[in-house]
């Protein structure tokens, strides 16, 4: 994927936390850092947080979703944008289109 694509790309804090734990060295994740830097980051403010105690709620116990994916998909659903993930199955039970 070219850099010049990532600029179509949507980030919370959230998601840049999840991205930067993922690296193994300081040289991966000043890559990450760069690929980051390209996307626009998203607020997260009290919308999305009031939404993200009710999908807790709601599907907090039922099907296991965590307090990060519960404001990344808060998230996707207050801007109304996909979720592009590679855990299709945490976020499966939402009505958010899922890349």
Known sequence: MEDKEFQDYFVNSIVQLEFLVGAFNKRELKKLNKTLAKCQLLDIDQDIMNLS???????????????YDSI????????????WTHNKKD???LDIELL
């Open 53 to 67: 105690v009710q999908l807790m709620n709601q599907y907090g116990l039922s099907h296991g979703m965590g307090v």
């Open 72 to 83: 990344i998909a808060a998230t996707c659903m207050v801007y109304d944008l996909p979720l």
């Open 91 to 93: 976020f499966k039970f």
